[in-house]
């Protein structure tokens, strides 16, 4: 007996110690007090962008909160995100991976989840060359600008066959994947009738699937010494998953190659481009496979996530959506739609993407990043292998920076223009520094291009007998913010009929 209390106080020791470590050899920044073992974890809640917010206003605008055993520091104000994506840039750009992540990007190959380092930056540098510069975005807007036509003809024949709602993700989901998809993979994997393939129906099961696999499991994920639990029998999920996307990406893969060969043109798709491009670079198959699917993961929610915010402020305010339904029609006219050309005629159009996404980043938290040096942040100690997060959407509301926070306004941009593609630390939605998003500027593009199409082809209302004040508002947590009531609104056709014909 006195044996097995010597054990256990020693054991509460060793703990106590280990959690006191840190706090005796560093200065970290304050945050909620972390209960062994388990650290904060019970006390973050779903929400987190919203919680560490709410946070920020007892601890500081730069905390710590433990998950598990991993120290997390989160900062809440543009000084400190300034600090954190510029002046630590390169010491804090590695990337967290939780062992299921590490698994399914065969330990970081890929560019979203590889630590900083030479292969890094030389696939960040295809990436800048190949697949997102200017070039390559113009030469793919044809498909930006066919997608969005084809979701406002399938819009139009809804509204025209019933007075009721319709649901705008459906038709927002429709236009990310098949865009995303033929970005990616040359391929439309819907028919015109919306009916999907066989190659796109598993196509789709492999990203819900990798959704599923990559989601943290509860309280052993995060202790690590505990986290090998998590293990026993799943492997051979993980074994299987990796076959069948690998499987289907190198049929593709080779689908591409035959059809170049044979025709001797190469096109403008990231998989030809990643294919011809191949040995100049050195890139290995794994890494062209994991750019491939990162760009579909990152890809495929964040647009329409963001226009479906965007519609459901511009049916809470009328008045702002007239104002941008004025600009198109002066500056469009009422005989013909809106093409990608159009957008840089049209500023108070593109103030309203630029609203919704301050309000509404659907990465509220970024990617979180990784401490690869020891470094000091807002006078804090960081030490290295710290995650680190920027929390934008709080930064995005802060009362110090933004006249009414909280309100719709896109005047705010016609008045003082605020850069949005990472040179600004008040407005951050795609990051900044080194691993800012690459699909900056082709996502702009693709965001303000669907909202004036939406607005210019329909009068959008909220469902008979909704008040616009009774839409729900309030968002989904996880680690991209969709709305968590699906909007469901009614589109009026507001052109002349021949103008829906044509598209
Ligand atoms: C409105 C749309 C989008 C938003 C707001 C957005 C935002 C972001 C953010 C915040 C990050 C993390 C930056 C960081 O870690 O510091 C990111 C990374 C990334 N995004 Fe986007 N994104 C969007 C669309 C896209 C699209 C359409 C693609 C691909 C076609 C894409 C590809 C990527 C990739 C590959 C990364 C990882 C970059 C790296 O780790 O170096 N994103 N994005």
């Not at 942040?377 to 110090?400: C, K, L, Q, Y």
């Not at 009774?470 to 968002?475: A, F, G, P």
Request: charged share 25%.
């Amino acid at each position: 007996m006195e044996l097995f209390l010597f054990i256990i106080s020693i054991i509460i020791f060793i703990l106590f110690v280990y959690r006191l470590y840190p706090w005796l050899r560093y200065r970290l920044p304050p945050g909620p007090y972390p209960w062994p073992i388990i650290g904060n974890l019970l006390d973050v809640k779903p929400d987190r962008c919203r919680c560490f917010a709410e946070w920020s206003k007892i601890y500081g605008p730069i905390m710590s909160v433990w998950i598990g055993s991993s120290l997390n520091v989160i900062v809440s104000n543009s000084e400190l995100a300034k600090q954190v994506l510029k002046d630590c840039d390169q010491q804090l750009a590695n990337r967290h991976r939780p062992k299921a992540v590490a698994i399914i990007s065969k330990g970081g190959t890929d560019l979203v989840w590889a630590d900083y380092g030479a292969h890094y930056v030389k696939v960040r540098r295809v990436c800048t060359l190949e697949l997102f510069s200017p070039k390559r975005t113009e030469a793919l807007r044809p498909i930006r600008e066919e997608e969005v036509r084809a979701m406002i003809a399938s819009i139009f024949k809804d509204s025209t066959n019933s007075s009721n709602s319709l649901v705008l993700r459906k038709y927002l989901g429709s236009v990310a994947f098949n865009n995303i998809t033929r970005l990616v993979f040359g391929k439309r994997f819907e028919s015109e009738e919306g009916v999907v393939d066989g190659q796109g129906l598993e196509f789709r099961a492999i990203v819900a699937n990798e959704f599923k696999l990559g989601i943290p499991q509860g309280l052993v994920e995060h202790i690590s010494w505990l986290r090998w639990i998590r293990w026993l029998g799943d492997d051979e999920a993980f074994t299987k998953h990796l076959a069948h996307k690998d499987g289907l990406t190198r049929a593709i893969m080779e689908e591409h190659k035959a059809k170049s060969m044979k025709s001797g043109v190469v096109k403008q798709h990231f998989v030809d481009a990643l294919l011809s491009r191949r040995e100049i670079h050195g890139l290995s198959e794994d890494t062209i496979m994991g750019l491939l699917w990162n760009m579909i993961t990152a890809g495929m929610d964040t647009v329409a996530i963001t226009v479906e915010w965007a519609m459901a402020e511009l049916v809470m305010n009328p008045r702002v959506q007239h104002k941008a339904q004025e600009e198109l029609d002066r500056v469009i006219g009422l005989n013909r739609g809106m093409n990608e050309s159009d957008t840089l005629n049209l500023p108070y159009l593109r103030s309203v993407a630029k609203e919704a996404l301050r309000l509404h980043p659907p990465t509220p938290l970024m990617l979180p990043h990784k401490a690869n040096a020891h470094v000091k942040i807002g006078g804090f100690d960081i030490p290295r292998e710290t995650i680190v997060s920027v929390n934008v959407w709080a930064i995005a509301r802060d009362s110090s920076i933004w006249e009414d926070p909280l309100e719709f306004k896109p005047e705010r941009f016609l008045q003082r223009d605020v850069d949005i593609g990472g040179h600004d630390f008040r407005l951050l939605p795609f990051g900044a520094g080194r691993r800012i998003c690459p699909a900056t500027q082709l996502s702009i593009n693709l965001v303000t291009l669907m909202l004036g199409q939406l607005l210019h082809h329909f009068e959008w209302t909220p469902p008979l007998g909704v008040r616009s004040e009774e839409i729900d508002m309030t968002d989904s947590p996880g680690l991209v913010n969709y709305m968590r009531t699906p909007l469901q609104i009614v589109p009026t056709p507001r052109l002349p009929a021949q103008v829906y014909e044509r598209v």
